[in-house]
C-alpha cells in the first residue's frame, strides 16, 4: 500500500531489490548524495510515474526500472556513467528519456519493449552500443549530438537494431542513416 516514499538523508546506496513490487509505489525522493542503485531497485513498481534522480548518481544496477509500466519520463544525471541491462525494460508509457552526458554505453535490450518511445538523443560520451538497445520499441528517431564520422566511430554490436521496424539516425551534421525492415 505504499503510494510516496523519501530516501532518507545519511543513506548512500539503493539496495538492490528495494522497492521491487511495490504495485502502488507512484513516486519516490531520492536525495543528491545516492551514487549507485542497486539491480532491480524500483523493477514492477507497476503505478511508478515520477522520480528524480540525484546529481551524483553514477551507477544503475540491471532492470532498475524494468516493467515501471506507468513511468512516462525520467532525467538521467550528467555524472551517471554505467548503467545495466535492461534498466527501462518494458516501461510501456516511457514517452521521453535525457541521457546522461557522461553515459559510456547502451546497454543490451536498453530500451526493449518501450513502445511508445519515438524519439531519443544519444550524448557523444556513448561510445558503444549493445545488442537489442530498441528491441521491439517505437523508437523512430535517434539524434546523435555528434557528427556523422563520431557516430560511425561507436562501436556497434552485431544485433544493435535488431527487431526494430525502421528508424532514423540524425547527426549534427544531418541524416546519415535509415534503416527499414521488410
Not at 548512500?12 to 509505489?25: D, G, V
Not at 545516492?34 to 503505478?47: D, V
Not at 539524434?143 to 563520431?150: I, M, P, S
Request: charged share 25%; with cysteine; hydrophobic share 40%.
Amino acid at each position: 500500500s505504499l503510494t510516496e516514499f523519501t530516501i532518507p538523508e545519511g543513506v548512500t546506496e539503493i539496495s538492490p531489490w528495494l522497492f521491487t513490487y511495490c504495485e502502488n509505489l507512484t513516486s519516490v525522493t531520492i536525495p543528491n548524495h545516492i551514487k549507485k542503485i542497486g539491480e532491480r531497485a524500483f523493477s514492477a513498481c507497476y503505478a511508478l510515474e515520477s522520480v528524480r534522480l540525484p546529481e551524483e548518481l553514477e551507477e544503475m544496477g540491471y532492470y532498475v526500472f524494468a516493467e515501471c509500466f506507468s513511468l512516462k519520463e525520467i532525467v538521467l544525471p550528467d555524472k551517471l556513467k554505467t548503467m545495466d541491462v535492461k534498466c527501462f525494460y518494458d516501461c510501456k508509457k516511457l514517452e521521453h528519456i535525457t541521457l546522461s552526458n557522461s553515459l559510456e554505453a547502451i546497454t543490451e535490450n536498453m530500451f526493449w519493449k518501450c513502445k511508445v518511445l519515438k524519439e531519443i538523443t544519444i550524448p557523444v560520451s556513448v561510445k558503444k552500443l549493445d545488442s537489442g538497445i530498441f528491441k521491439d520499441s517505437g523508437v523512430e528517431t535517434i539524434r546523435y549530438e555528434g557528427t556523422a564520422a563520431q557516430w560511425n566511430a561507436i562501436e556497434k554490436v552485431s544485433g544493435w537494431k535488431d527487431e526494430v521496424t525502421s528508424f532514423n539516425v540524425v547527426c549534427s551534421d544531418g541524416v546519415i542513416e535509415s534503416y527499414m525492415v521488410y
